[in-house]
Nanobody, 130 residues
Framework: DRQLVESGGGSAQAGGSLTLSCTAS????????MGWYRQAPGNECELVST???????YYGDSVKGRATISSDNNKHTMYLLINNLKPEDTATYYC????????????????????????WGQGTQVTVSS
């Protein structure tokens, strides 16, 4: 059974750092495009970052300069490090992998590029307090 499981969410202070992890089971990352999305309360789901198999990365404006996406293919795990956390980083974070599967959850269906990702995790909550 192929699935993605996020971890590393929780509470953090503004100005601090947090690393989210996404572990895959049943498949690998090394030939795929991976991504992180998030949805803050009252906001639309947004693309945070992507990592292609050739190492190309993308960061949304909201985290550009503060975030680093990476992966450890041996561990089948992808990471998202966010530095200088802000209260507006408070959101549910989802990891995603391309491929033909069920696609994004309904709340993220309209997000940029979301339908390119067939596999999604259940999400992990991040709360940043000022």
């Amino acid at each position: 059974d192929r699935q993605l499981v996020e971890s590393g969410g929780g509470s953090a202070q503004a100005g601090g750092s947090l690393t989210l992890s996404c572990t895959a089971s049943g498949f690998t990352f090394d030939d795929s495009t991976m991504g992180w999305y998030r949805q803050a309360p009252g906001n639309e789901c947004e693309l945070v970052s992507t990592l292609k198999s050739d190492g190309t990365t993308y960061y949304g404006d909201s985290v550009k300069g503060r975030a680093t996406i990476s992966s450890d293919n041996n561990k089948h795990t992808m990471y998202l490090l966010i530095n200088n956390l802000k209260p507006e980083d408070t959101a549910t974070y989802y990891c995603a992998r391309d491929g033909f599967a069920s696609g994004p959850p309904p709340n993220c269906f309209g997000a940029y590029g979301a339908t390119d990702f067939g596999y999604w995790g259940q999400g992990t909550q991040v709360t940043v307090s000022s």
